[in-house]
């Protein structure tokens, strides 16, 4: 008997022509943005407001070939990977303990629901006396802003599997940790990953601020050079630079997303 190969073949030129269609739309809202820019900034006539555009991609270009420039990146991309590290380790224990213990819950939520909204900035002073001038307050700043939002969506993760998996994997004699390896984990891992993208890009953000005032190096210590010297066009080329590299960071987690939970996207999108 002859077997036939059924298997339903998704044509992928709808796809890249979406996907073309999408480039192209925001390449022309990038180019009009940048008409508008040049023309603006000519009307207004006030550099240090709004700088020549020309002016700004020329510092823009050239900064990514200027040892200062990204030798300070390299150092706050480190802050930013060492203070994301720790969030990512105790926000991930303790979201995936307080979504399946409701015990853990209950003792740990008012707490965790209160420290989370001191706004970031309030724990500067105080990290600094921690940990005086340096790395010690950046990279607390940054564990600040990684982990609570690592804690909230490891929780709705776990909390998002049926517990009927828990009850029949109980009623087969697994025990807690082979629940937690093969279920819990795998279950909550898109709520994870979500957690982790929020948890990056609010690292990069806070410590841009805590480099304003914690340090004498880093990418945000250039802006306020830059600031203090009145170079509105480098500071406006490190803000289009910092943008950019918060971007890629939020793709490079997007990426691993869609091949770590790869079964819940299709077409390029997310089911469920």
Do not use: H
């Not at 898109?190 to 929020?198: D, E, I, Q, S």
């Not at 948890?199 to 050079?225: D, K, N, P, R």
Request: proline share 4%; net charge positive; glycine share 10%.
């Amino acid at each position: 008997m002859e077997i036939r190969d059924r298997t339903i073949r998704v044509p992928v030129n709808g796809d890249k022509k979406k996907a073309r269609k999408m480039l192209l739309m925001n390449v022309g809202v990038m180019g009009m943005l940048c008409v508008a820019w040049f023309f603006a900034a000519r009307a207004i006539g006030k550099p240090l407001v709004l700088p020549d555009f020309v002016e700004t991609m020329t510092e823009f270009c050239t900064a990514w070939f200027n040892k200062k420039i990204m030798r300070n990146m390299g150092l706050t991309l480190w802050r930013v990977s060492v203070g994301s590290f720790y969030g990512l380790i105790l926000g991930s224990v303790l979201g995936l303990l307080m979504g399946y213990s409701e015990k853990v819950m209950t003792l740990l939520s008012p707490f965790i629901n209160s420290i989370r909204q001191i706004p970031i900035m309030a724990w500067v002073p105080l990290s600094i006396i921690w940990f005086g001038l340096g790395e010690g307050p950046t990279i607390f700043m940054i564990f600040m802003s990684a982990v609570f939002p690592l804690i909230i969506n490891t929780i709705a993760g776990v909390t998002d599997i049926d517990r009927n998996f828990f009850n029949a994997a109980r009623s087969m004699g697994a025990t807690t940790a082979a629940i937690f390896r093969d279920i819990i984990i795998p279950g909550a891992m898109p709520g994870f990953l979500t957690g982790l993208r929020l948890a990056i890009g609010s690292g990069w953000m806070s410590v841009i601020c805590a480099e304003f005032i914690a340090t004498s190096s880093g990418f945000g210590y250039l802006m306020v050079e830059a600031q203090e010297r009145l170079q509105t066009s480098r500071l406006y080329a490190l803000m289009i630079m910092s943008a950019i590299v918060g971007y890629a960071m939020d793709q490079l987690i997007r990426f691993i997303e869609r091949k770590v939970t790869s079964w819940r996207f299709k077409d390029g999108k997310a089911k469920g």
